[in-house]
T-cell receptor, first 113, second 110 residues
Framework: NAGVTQTPKFQVLKTGQSMTLQCAQDMNHEYMSWYRQDPGMGLRLIHY???????DQGEVPNGYNVSRSTTEDFPLRLLSAAPSQTSVYFCASSQQVGISEAFFGQGTRLTVV | AQRVTQPEKLLSVFKGAPVELKCNYS??????LFWYVQYSRQRLQLLLR??SRESIKGFTADLNKGETSFHLKKPFAQEEDSAMYYCALSMGGATNKLIFGTGTLLAVQP
């Protein structure tokens, strides 16, 4: 089982560049989300989606866009990268309804110089 | 506002010693709480959830609504327990959002 797959694993960007972090899941989960992990701050929710065509903002959405055209994919776009976006990014998926386990990708380590 | 607090950034114990990782939460609704663990070079994964009332790898956690706590405990720590532990609160309902604490790094010394 692939579970949740994130690409790339590592990325270095220059300030002002744009890029898309890919996330795909093969468990037919309705709910998907993006987190960033920073030292001393834990995981903070960036955006989430409760199903195809539906997205919403989390705690720290500024500078990021998402879309959900299919159940499987939930890409995260950085519009104009800034050094403050240097972080480790995690994608997660879970069943929408009820108390369900979140399955995480392996993470993308992004450095913005 | 919903919040999860893990007061310890680092907890260092010797092998065989008891472990307690603290977690307190703030939530006006009925809480659904989880512990997630991240071992070195591995992805974040579920350790246990309060609704299951189960013991996983010797760890247990009891929800105390009076003290708004969900501390993680293990009577005898093992070196392989060394990892980053996150307490998380689920908003449940239609959104199923997870709010994470800042995490505690558990280091078990030989």
């Amino acid at each position: 089982n692939a579970g949740v797959t994130q690409t790339p694993k590592f990325q270095v960007l220059k300030t002002g560049q744009s890029m898309t972090l890919q996330c795909a899941q093969d468990m037919n989960h309705e709910y998907m989300s993006w987190y960033r992990q920073d030292p001393g701050m834990g995981l903070r929710l960036i955006h989430y989606s409760v199903g195809a065509g539906i997205t919403d903002q989390g705690e720290v959405p500024n500078g990021y866009n998402v879309s959900r055209s299919t159940t499987e994919d939930f890409p995260l776009r950085l519009l104009s990268a800034a050094p403050s976006q240097t972080s480790v990014y995690f994608c997660a998926s879970s069943q929408q309804v009820g108390i369900s386990e979140a399955f995480f990708g392996q993470g993308t380590r992004l450095t913005v110089v | 506002a919903q919040r999860v607090t893990q007061p310890e950034k680092l907890l260092s114990v010797f092998k065989g010693a008891p472990v307690e990782l603290k977690c307190n939460y703030s939530y006006s609704g009925s809480p659904e709480l989880f512990w997630y663990v991240q071992y070195s070079r591995q992805r974040l994964q579920l350790l246990l959830r309060h609704i299951s009332r189960e013991s996983i790898k010797g760890f247990t956690a009891d929800l105390n609504k009076g003290e708004t706590s969900f501390h993680l405990k293990k009577p005898f720590a093992q070196e392989e327990d060394s990892a980053m532990y996150y307490c998380a609160l689920s908003m449940g309902g239609a959104t199923n959002k997870l709010i994470f604490g800042t995490g505690t790094l558990l280091a078990v010394q030989p």
